[in-house]
């Protein structure tokens, strides 16, 4: 956390985005994004500088503040929510695509 670096992309795609996250995978960074209407995908760059992101995975309904979980046997799943009333969501997400020279 001592190394990290503030980056303005060239380019910015996600107008009106919902609580977005960034994960780090393997040479690429993930960005998930959301919005109100429940709808998202997930892009990656190895560039976030240059911001050319591309799509992963299709696109995702019904989470609004989804999160990604990378298991140790390289499967990924988008999980949502967690409430005194409704339990976390959680939905297979291939991911497999986004490194480097795939």
């Not at 690429?28 to 892009?43: D, Q, R």
């Not at 999980?79 to 291939?94: F, I, K």
Request: aromatic share 12%; proline share 6%; glycine share 8%.
């Amino acid at each position: 956390m001592n190394t990290w670096q503030f980056v303005t992309p060239e380019k910015w795609y996600f107008e009106g985005e919902n609580a977005p996250a960034a994960f780090n995978y393997k040479d690429s960074v993930l960005y998930v994004t959301g919005n109100p209407s429940e709808a998202g995908s997930i892009l990656h760059t190895a560039d976030p500088k240059k911001g050319d992101w591309k799509p992963v995975a299709s696109v995702l309904h019904g989470f609004t503040d989804r999160a990604l979980f990378i298991d140790d046997d390289g499967r990924s799943y988008m999980y949502n929510g967690s409430s005194n009333r409704l339990p976390m969501e959680l939905v297979r997400a291939d991911i497999g695509s986004c490194s480097r020279g795939k």
